[in-house]
């Protein structure tokens, strides 16, 4: 019962967290992944009541909030290919060095 109100309060927390995201960026959909959602039965109920009873929710937004099936190492796969993605990026200070080359 301990670990069951310890995931709770984690949900809580989380839920809280998401409703500032969704508060300041306003998506569509979220996508929760990682070890955590071993316990998505306990966890889920909890972050969806949250966000869908708070401040503003007589504007209704409508926000998806998934679970993602990848498994629980779809963070580090995202975040390595993010790191990837920055290899293959022009640097801005060679753009910025080309500009200032007519002067």
């Known amino acids: 019962m301990l670990a069951i109100n310890a995931l709770k309060l984690s949900a809580k927390y989380l839920g809280y967290g998401l409703l500032s995201v969704i508060n ?5 959909t979220i996508i929760l992944a990682g070890e955590g959602m071993v316990a998505k039965d306990i966890i889920l109920p909890v972050v969806i009541d949250i966000v ?18 990848l498994g629980d190492d779809a963070w580090e796969i995202g975040a390595s ?3 990837i993605s920055k290899l293959f990026e022009m640097p801005l200070y060679e753009e910025q060095e080309d500009a200032f080359a007519a002067f």
Do not use: T
């Open 24 to 28: 300041i960026f306003n998506p569509s």
């Open 52 to 69: 869908k009873n708070n401040f503003f929710k007589m504007h209704e937004k409508k926000v998806q909030i998934r679970v993602s099936n």
């Open 81 to 83: 290919l993010l790191a």
